[in-house]
C-alpha cells in the first residue's frame, strides 16, 4: 500500500513541515497528532489521544530518564500543543502497577498519576494515561475512526479482525478505559509480538511506531484497509440501512421546516436548563434516518464511549408532516410534548435500573439527539460548540453503524456498560471542574443594526458575557466585516431591511436554524433627521417611521412568535433615545418616532409580562464617537440647531449632562447588559443612558 492509493484517508504529511521539526520528538507528536485530528472520519473533536516518549535530563539528579508526553484531560489532536499535554516521568508509571489493587479500585489510580509528572506545568493527565504508557513505543495513535469501530462493533468483530489484517493485529474485547485497559494492551502485545495495532473491541484503535512518521503512516493504512473493506461490502447484499422510507423535502423546504420546527424542540430540550441548538440535514444523516432501518438501529445507541458521552443513550425520532408544522404548529406541539414525555421517562427508568449507591444524581433526562425523517437531525446541548459536536459525534455514529452492518450486523454497549461510563465519577468530577458559566451562556440574541456603531457595541457585550448572537442590518458588506471580529459557534448574520416583515421573519428563521431559536431582541437599527417642521417631508416622516416604530413592531411579532413557541420567556429591549421624552427644536420627525417607540413598550411589556417576556427601553443621549448616526446630516443638524459646529459636538453634550461623561456605544451595550442579566424582574422600563438630563428624569 501506498500513499497514493488512499482513498478513505488524507495523506497530508508534509516533509518541508517536518524537516523543520527534525529532532524534536514532541514536536513531531504533535505535528501528527494536528493532522489527524483535522479529518472526522478518524477521530473527531476531543476524542482519541496520541503520545510520545523522549529521554530527558532530570532536573534533580541530571540523569537521563524516560519521559512519556501525552495528550491531556479533555484536549483534542487537532488543535493540540505544548500547552494541552501532560509529560510523565514512564518509571514511576510503571511502578504503579506495584500498588494497584485490582479493577474495582482502578479510579484510584488517575490521581496517583499527578506523583509521576516530570513536567510541573503539566495538564492534568488523561484516563488513557496507562494505555499508552505501558507500550513500550516511541509514538502511540489511539483513533476513533469510523472504519475501525465499525469494525470493533460488528459481531465477531475478532473474527473479522483477523478475517482483515490476519495475524498483524490485536483485538481486545470491550473495557472501560483505564489502569486495567493498560495492562491488557501490555498483555495482548506480549501474546502477540509483531502486531502493528490493537482493535479494542466496541471502541476504536491503537497503533504505532519508533518515529512520528512510522506511527502516522501506520494508522492510516490500518484505517484504510478497514474502510476499503466495509467498502466493498456496503450495499452488496441488501441496500445501505435496508434502503428508503421515507423521502427527503427538497432543500429549501427541509430549512424552513426545521426553522419553524427548532422553537418548539428547544423549549420542550430546555425542561430542564435552556439548550443552545444545532440543524443538519448532511446526506449522511438523511440516509438514516429515512431508512428501513432506523427503528431497529436508532435505540441501540452508539458504541464508542466519546460517541456515547455526547450524544446520550439514544436519540428521540420524531415522525412529522411539513403540513403539520406550518399549518397547526400548535397541533405539532401537543404531538410532540408526549415523545418528549415518554423519553424523559424511559431515560429515568435507565438511570434507576442501572445506578449504583454512590452514582451522581441523574442529570437532564431529555434527548440531546433529535431525528425528524424527511428533514434532518436537531441536536441540543449547553453552547452551540458542544451542540455542533454532538451532531457531528452522532454522523460518527451513523457512519460506524452503516460499517457494522455491512460487515455483519451492528452491536451497541449493554444498557449498564453505557450508564458506567455516562456515570462514571471520573467523568462527574471532570464535570464538576468545568469553569462557570457566563451569564448569558445559553441564550441567543439577535440584533438589528448591529454592523456597526450602537448596534456592533450590543452584540460585542453580550457575546462576551456568553450568548451566542445573530448580527442583522441592511448591509450585507458591512455585516461580513463585523462578523470576522467572533470566534467559531459565537455569532451569525442575516442580512435584513426592518421595513420588511419577510426580511425579518427571514433573520429569525436564520437564528432558528443556527441556534434553535431566539431569547434576546435588540431593535437599534435606526436614523436620524433633524429638520423643522416646514422642511420635514413626508418622505422624511415614512422612513423614521417605517425605520424605527414600524421596524420595531413587525419585529417584536416576528419575535413574540418563536418566544412563545419555546415557552422560556424573553428579552425585547428597544433603543430609542432621550428625544422622544425631552421636547427640542428642529426634531419633530425624530421625535416622534422615538417616544412611539418608547409607548410601544409600555404597551407590550403589559401585554406580555404574563408570559415572562420583559419590554424594556434604553435612551440613549449624544453617543456621538463610535455612532453611525453622527456620520451623516444629522450630526450638521443638531450642531446648526445648538449654534455650534460639528467638531465641537462631543464636548458640547458632555458639559450638557450632570456627570459632564461623554456617552459611548459600549455605555448602551451596558444598559441592554444589564437589563438581560441583572434586572430580571424588571418589565415596561426606561434606562436613560445620558450622563444625567434633568429634563428627560421619567419621575
Not at 618 to 646: C, F, H, L, M, Y
Amino acid at each position: 500500500m501506498t500513499v497514493d492509493t488512499f482513498r478513505h484517508v488524507d495523506y497530508l504529511w508534509d516533509e518541508n513541515t517536518a524537516a523543520a521539526l527534525a529532532g524534536d520528538e514532541v514536536g513531531l507528536f504533535l505535528y501528527r497528532s494536528n493532522l489527524l485530528g483535522t479529518d472526522l472520519r478518524i477521530t473527531n473533536y476531543g476524542g482519541g489521544n496520541t503520545s510520545c516518549k523522549t529521554i530527558e535530563k532530570d532536573p534533580l539528579t541530571g540523569e537521563e530518564v524516560d519521559v512519556m508526553w501525552i495528550k491531556g484531560s479533555g484536549g483534542d489532536i487537532g488543535t493540540l500543543n505544548r500547552q494541552g499535554i501532560a509529560g510523565l516521568y514512564l518509571e514511576r508509571m510503571h511502578n504503579l502497577k506495584n500498588i494497584y489493587r485490582g479493577l474495582d479500585h482502578e479510579d484510584e489510580m488517575v490521581a496517583l498519576y499527578y506523583h509521576c509528572l516530570f513536567d510541573l506545568e503539566s495538564r492534568a493527565p488523561s484516563i488513557d494515561t496507562a494505555l499508552h504508557g505501558f507500550l513500550p513505543f516511541n509514538h502511540i495513535d489511539h483513533l476513533h475512526p469510523d472504519g475501525l469501530i465499525a469494525v470493533a462493533a460488528a459481531r465477531d468483530s475478532q473474527k473479522i479482525t483477523r478475517e482483515i489484517w490476519g495475524d498483524t493485529m490485536g483485538w481486545i474485547p470491550w473495557q472501560r478505559p483505564g489502569f486495567d485497559l493498560g495492562l491488557k494492551l501490555a498483555q495482548c502485545l506480549e501474546e502477540n509480538p509483531g502486531i502493528r495495532g490493537i482493535v479494542l473491541g466496541g471502541h476504536g484503535l491503537f497503533t504505532w511506531g519508533d518515529t512520528s512518521y512510522e506511527c502516522y503512516i501506520n494508522s492510516l493504512e490500518v484505517i484504510e484497509t478497514a474502510s476499503a473493506y466495509i467498502a466493498e461490502r456496503e450495499g452488496k447484499d441488501r441496500p445501505v440501512f435496508g434502503g428508503q422510507k421515507t423521502p427527503s423535502l427538497p432543500p429549501d423546504e427541509r430549512k424552513k421546516v426545521a426553522a419553524a420546527l427548532a422553537p418548539t424542540l428547544r423549549g420542550l430540550c430546555s425542561s430542564e436548563q435552556r439548550m443552545i441548538g444545532h440543524f443538519t440535514d448532511d446526506e449522511k444523516v438523511l440516509q438514516f434516518i429515512n431508512s428501513h432501518d432506523l427503528e431497529r438501529l436508532a435505540p441501540l445507541g452508539t458504541s464508542c464511549p466519546d460517541h456515547f458521552l455526547r450524544t446520550k443513550i439514544q436519540p428521540l425520532v420524531l415522525e412529522i408532516s411539513s403540513d403539520d408544522v406550518w399549518n397547526q404548529s400548535s397541533e405539532v406541539k401537543r404531538a410532540i410534548v408526549p415523545l418528549f414525555e415518554q423519553y424523559r421517562k424511559e431515560y429515568g427508568a435507565y438511570y434507576d435500573q442501572c445506578k449504583y449507591d454512590d452514582s451522581p444524581a441523574m442529570r437532564d433526562p431529555n434527548p440531546v439527539v433529535i431525528l425528524c425523517p424527511g428533514i434532518g437531525m436537531f441536536t441540543f446541548a449547553k453552547n452551540k460548540q458542544t451542540a455542533r459536536v454532538a451532531a457531528e459525534f452522532y454522523i460518527n455514529a451513523i457512519n460506524v453503524m452503516r460499517g457494522a452492518e455491512a460487515i455483519t450486523e451492528y452491536t451497541a454497549l449493554s444498557r449498564q456498560e453505557a450508564f458506567d461510563i455516562e456515570y462514571w465519577l471520573l467523568e462527574e468530577a471532570k464535570l464538576q471542574r468545568m469553569p462557570k458559566e457566563k451569564p448569558l451562556s445559553r441564550k441567543v440574541a439577535l440584533i438589528t443594526g448591529a454592523a456597526g456603531g450602537i448596534g456592533k457595541a450590543i452584540a460585542d457585550k453580550l457575546a462576551s458575557e456568553g450568548a451566542n448572537v445573530v448580527l442583522t442590518d441592511i448591509s450585507e458588506k458591512r455585516l461580513e466585516a463585523a462578523i470576522a471580529s467572533y470566534g467559531k459557534d459565537t455569532a451569525t448574520y442575516a442580512a435584513c431591511d426592518v421595513t420588511s416583515a419577510d426580511s425579518i421573519r427571514q433573520a429569525f428563521a436564520k437564528a432558528c436554524l443556527e441556534y434553535g431559536g431566539v431569547d434576546i431582541v435588540v431593535h437599534s437599527a435606526g436614523l436620524a433627521i433633524s429638520k423643522a417642521l416646514v422642511d420635514t417631508s413626508e418622505e422624511d416622516w415614512d422612513i423614521l417611521q417605517n425605520v424605527l416604530v414600524k421596524g420595531q413592531f413587525m419585529l417584536a411579532q416576528a419575535a413574540v412568535e418563536i418566544l412563545r413557541k419555546q415557552s422560556l420567556g424573553g428579552d425585547i429591549i428597544n433603543i430609542a433615545s432621550k428625544n422622544g421624552l425631552v421636547a427640542g427644536p428642529n426634531n419633530v420627525g425624530y421625535g416622534a418616532a422615538k417616544a412611539a417607540q418608547q409607548h410601544i413598550t409600555r404597551l407590550l411589556a403589559a401585554e406580555l409580562g404574563s408570559e415572562k417576556v420583559r419590554v424594556n427601553t434604553v435612551n440613549p443621549d449624544g453617543v456621538i464617537i463610535g455612532s453611525q448616526i453622527w456620520e451623516g446630516d444629522w450630526a450638521e443638524g443638531r450642531a446648526k440647531a445648538n449654534g455650534i459646529t460639528v467638531e465641537e459636538l462631543p464636548a458640547f453634550y458632555a458639559k450638557r449632562n450632570l456627570m459632564n461623561e461623554i456617552i459611548y456605544p459600549e455605555d448602551i451595550a451596558n444598559a441592554v447588559f444589564a437589563l438581560t442579566a441583572v434586572l430580571d424582574k424588571s418589565t415596561g422600563n426606561m434606562i436613560n443612558v445620558d450622563g444625567g438630563m434633568p429634563t428627560a428624569f421619567v419621575r
